[in-house]
């Protein structure tokens, strides 16, 4: 059962039937799931979904594939923390960080592909591949695994150990590619079209970005069924930050909540910041950039959906910021001392950027903020790796252990802490 009803052209509105295609064929504009919105507010209500799995799935009426098709590790539905300690340290009132480092492959890359691989299946495809900048491998991989299908993973070159670990253990056919993602994602294209495979991010690219939604169904959910003031988010394609919005929207559509009037901001690194440039210089028009960052999950130089990030900073009042490294560095170590939470290198910069856009005033103390934590820190180590305190080395006995620890205060306070 779904109430997806077509594809429709996101530029010229013209409608195709729910196939594996992903562009307009008189336009090349880009094509996004259309529902039926009306047989969706008849068939559930707020207790029907309280009643689901607390898994992403509790959605399944608002996704474009039939849930019979599921591969399922218990993807989604992850905590909704409230980050007082967090809060207070960047001077908000109330701040949530939505958790998505817990999902079965550590990001929130298993929501996107939980529903392009029951859509996949569901087509007929008895192989999936991808194009990564990482984590989407990690996920895929998994979710191939475990539904016995052949797979095929496309990643830079020059990944962290924990994201070429991450996809390898699970047996794919792993590809890594010398060059960029933007290289990567031009080689799957090409393949696409010569392979009868589902790769999850252009072929069947409308149904996977759908699955970021869920992101915003289950803010709106946790919060007891409404929206929040702001939403940060860390974007790459932007795809994930334009669908947490339209999740929002949707909900508001099916009769779930009262209309959102939440703020969206997008987060980038410096060093791949397509999207958050161009809105500094506040235009809707992208300059393509040559990434160079250690948030290498987000070095996406030519973002598909850039512009519709952009527009939907217009749209709701939202804005965009940038860190450096340094920045991504301490923005990890800043959630993880505060909240207990380890985040990757995207965590880093959607703290970063959360922070400067409270310090600038353009977030007020008084606006309640969500922050969308996107990965789990064990993929990125080595960005951290080199910037922690010193353990204390000791013998194993007790005068030692005593001894390194009045050298640890003293030299405390000679640095004047
Ligand atoms: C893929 C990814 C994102 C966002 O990607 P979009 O292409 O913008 O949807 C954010 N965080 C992490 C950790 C990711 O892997
Ligand atoms: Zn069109």
Request: glycine share 10%; net charge negative; aromatic share 8%.
């Amino acid at each position: 059962m779904t109430f997806s009803r077509a594809l429709r052209c996101r530029e010229c509105g013209r409608e195709y039937e729910l196939k594996p295609i992903f562009s307009c064929e008189y336009c090349f504009g880009p094509l996004e799931v259309a529902y039926d919105y009306d047989g969706i507010h008849a068939a559930i209500s707020r207790d029907s979904i309280e009643r689901g799995p607390k898994t992403l799935w509790r959605y399944a009426e608002l996704l474009p594939c039939d849930p019979a098709y599921k591969v399922d590790l218990g993807d989604g539905y992850t905590p909704l923390i409230k980050a007082d300690r967090l809060a207070k340290a960047i001077g908000l009132d109330t701040l949530w960080v939505k958790n998505d480092t817990v999902n079965p492959t550590w990001s929130f890359k298993d929501r996107v592909v939980s529903v392009a691989i029951a859509k996949a299946r569901e087509f007929g495809f008895s192989a999936i591949a991808c194009a990564s900048t990482g984590n989407l491998a990690n996920s895929v991989s998994a979710h191939a695994a475990a539904a016995g299908m052949d797979c095929f993973v496309f990643i830079p070159d020059d990944l962290e150990q924990g994201k070429v670990v991450g996809s390898g253990i699970y047996n794919p056919t792993l590809v890594t590619v010398r060059g960029s993602y933007d290289d990567v994602n031009r080689l799957c294209t090409e393949l696409s079209m010569e392979h009868p495979w589902a790769f999850v991010n252009i072929n069947v690219r409308p149904y996977y970005a759908e699955g970021s939604r869920t992101l915003g169904f289950e803010v709106a959910e946790q919060l007891g069924w409404r929206a929040p003031d702001h939403i940060v988010a860390p974007m790459a394609s932007g795809s994930m930050y334009t669908k947490i919005w339209k999740g929002l929207q949707e909900f508001h559509k099916v009769g779930l909540i009262d209309e959102p009037h939440t703020r969206m901001s997008g987060a980038q690194a410096e060093g791949c910041s397509p999207i958050s440039t161009a809105y500094a210089h506040d235009t809707l028009n992208f300059v393509p950039q040559k990434p160079n960052t250690i948030a290498r999950s987000l070095a996406i130089g030519n973002p598909a959906d850039g512009y519709y990030a952009l527009k939907q900073m217009q749209d709701t009042g939202g804005g965009a910021e940038m860190v450096t490294d340094d920045e991504v560095v301490e923005g990890i170590k800043l959630l993880a001392e505060t909240e207990g939470i380890f985040a990757e290198t995207a965590g880093g910069v959607t703290i970063g950027c959360l922070k400067k856009l409270v310090a600038s005033g353009f977030i007020k103390r008084g606006e309640e903020t969500v922050a969308i934590i996107s990965g789990g820190g064990l993929k990125t180590v080595e960005a951290v790796a080199d910037h922690l305190e010193e353990p204390l080395h000791v013998t194993p006995n007790a005068a030692a252990f005593n001894e390194a620890m009045r050298a640890r205060q003293a030299s405390l306070v000679g640095a004047g802490a």
